[in-house]
């Protein structure tokens, strides 16, 4: 077994928990290296100390599952089989305290699997694999880095129909098109382009509006690629924007550029909020900052750590997050530049490298 697994098994002695059950597919997939959805069906690793671990699948997953997985012992199960009652046929010994992920389980699955094995107590362990997954190792990172380069090449590709008259739909139909194209496995989440007036929505859902000359056009996408995930957001302009939209702009790439010189190894989350929360706040637009400044980025596109303002854990070589600052004036338009960063042993390294200048379509 691996280091997580050792990890798990030390973790496991000191809680006194006899019986680990993972459920989540993206913690199997990182712990084992089987990425799939099950979509209703059961899929679980289960260990427990001095035992290696297992995994059931469902049986139409089996094969993708041995081609794949670090695990050797592999149960399948039927759509007419209780996972469950085979689930209760294959641990070994006393059940005893078992280790559940109460994030992502349902009450329904909850409730089988209480019916099933009968256990007395359960512990969520969702923090522990939160924390293992904190610190990327080389092979995240790489993965990270290959979502990085497709969601530029997308942006670089989607850019060139930027037009008078077009929708913002349009704009979406066309980057999902090219996250195809290009081999990624799809968005990471719903990809976003808004314009206009609409900029000035953080979170704006993409309409029929169509792009008028001035327009700020802003694009907040991202990838799945061999599991892991990329985040990228930059604002351009249609021709000539307004003298505000130029001054915010120019406000939030210097937030961007403070926060990302703050980054290194020891400081904390806070901080990094603060050096980009400085810059907007000294040039009157701090009420127009309305978020925190970015989040955590691997096998999920937001995980742990949320970077804000009251986070007082410490920076550690192999964290990744994004860092987004972005200014919102109602009926004026909004700017938001994000660049997905690592934190290496001596600062930091940005991961995405499209241009930040201003550009002017």
Known sequence: MDFKWNKLEKKMSEMGIHTLLITNPKHVYYLTGFLSNPHERFLGVILQPGNDPFMMVPALDETAARESSTIREIITHQDTDNPYHLLKQRIKGPLGTIGLEKEHMTLAVFEQLQSSLSFARYLDVGPWLRDLRVRKCEDEVAKIRYAVDLIEQVLDNAISHIAEG??????????????????????????????????????????????????????????????????????????????????????????????????????????????????????GYGQYFIHRLGHGLGIDVHEFPSVHGNNEVLLAEGNVFTIEPGIYVPGVGGVRIEDDVLVTKNGVEVLTSYPKELIQL
Request: hydrophobic letters at 40%; proline letters at 4%; aromatic letters at 6%.
């Open 166 to 283: 077009v929708t913002e739909n349009e704009l979406v139909a066309e980057v999902e098109y090219q996250i195809r194209k290009l081999g990624a496995d799809g968005p990471s989440f719903d990809s976003m382009v808004l314009s206009g007036e609409k900029t000035a929505l953080p979170h704006g859902v993409p309409g029929t509006r169509k792009l008028q000359q001035g327009d700020l056009v802003m694009f907040d996408i991202g990838v799945y690629a061999n599991g892991y995930a990329s985040d990228i957001t930059r604002t351009f302009a249609l021709g000539e924007p307004s003298a505000e939209c130029k001054k915010i702009y120019d406000i939030v790439l210097a937030a961007n550029e403070a926060a990302i010189q703050a980054v290194k190894p020891g400081v904390t989350f806070a901080s990094i909020d603060k050096a980009a929360r400085d810059v907007i706040e000294q040039a």
